[in-house]
């Protein structure tokens, strides 16, 4: 394994500014994966990745190590970094010292909606966004599309947040989802406070998209008048409403329990 010990090499230079710049990473097709538990996640469902990086010190500690070894073994790129850059490098605070460089997929997206979905429009927050990506996954649901303005799914907050769901789920971003929801196959569902009909009444044993919106201003209008259906989520306290990542784990799983009750 190559060990880097200077500021002024080029590889390192590399890192930084794909560490730092989402606008490099978008550029280069590349995330950073930092963290044991993304590396193995990783390396379970999409293989090895295009470069492993390991801070010096963190080569003794033995997850780094079976991580290394199985990298080498996938003949991935293993790069070794002095503390110092790996510090400066790594976007993760008293981590373990260790992040994976891998190409960012790019699924091609379906010309129609015919599986159970998540549509997301102009979610904010990295955490909600993860937080749901991990509900999904869980969940059974393969396909995410976000739109314009959705936080971006890569970034290391949202991957941190999503645990691993990303490897497991066909993301799709930029997406025009007025158009996708006028060719989908499938019901489009959307939750409001003002619906007559509750979750629970409706019928979710079939494939279902749901549409899910802004933290605070929720789902656009255009994408509100393209639901073929609006749900509430009822509750008993004061709250007005959910955050936007429990209520879909709410929908979700309320959709999973009727898949799977009769079995």
């Given at each position: 394994m190559k060990l880097i010990t200077s500021k002024d090499n080029a590889l390192f230079k590399d890192l930084k500014q794909l560490a730092s710049s989402s606008q490099a990473r978008r550029r280069a097709g590349q995330s950073l994966l930092d963290g044991v538990h993304l590396a193995q996640a990783w390396l379970q469902h999409r293989g090895a990745p295009q470069v492993c990086v390991v801070a010096e010190s963190a080569q003794v500690h033995p997850e780094v190590a079976a991580i290394l070894m199985r990298c080498e073994e996938g003949r991935a790129q293993c790069l070794v970094l002095a503390d110092k850059l790996y510090d400066a490098?790594?976007?993760?605070?008293?981590?373990?010292?260790?992040?994976?460089?891998?190409?960012?997929?790019?699924?091609?997206?379906?010309?129609?909606?015919?599986?159970?979905?998540?549509?997301?429009?102009?979610?904010?927050?990295?955490?909600?966004?993860?937080s749901i990506l991990r509900s999904a996954a869980a969940a059974g649901v393969r396909q995410v599309f976000c739109a314009p303005g959705t936080a971006a799914a890569w970034s290391p907050k949202v991957l941190r947040a999503g645990m691993g769901a990303h490897f497991v789920l066909d993301i799709f971003e930029n997406v025009d989802l007025v158009a996708l929801c006028a060719s989908s196959r499938i019901p489009l569902l959307a939750t409001s406070s003002h619906a007559a009909q509750t979750l629970y009444e409706c019928d979710l044993s079939g494939p279902v998209a749901w549409l899910l919106g802004h933290e605070g201003q929720g789902v656009s209008p255009a994408l509100q008048d393209a639901a073929t259906q609006e749900v509430v989520i009822p509750h008993l306290g004061e709250m007005e409403s959910l955050n936007v990542a429990a209520a879909a784990a709410v929908c979700l799983f309320e959709q999973v329990r009727q898949r799977t009750a009769g079995r």
């Open positions: 490098v790594s976007t993760v605070e008293n981590g373990v010292g260790l992040f994976f460089l891998v190409a960012t997929p790019d699924p091609v997206a379906p010309k129609a909606l015919k599986e159970s979905a998540v549509l997301l429009d102009g979610l904010q927050d990295p955490g909600n966004l993860g």
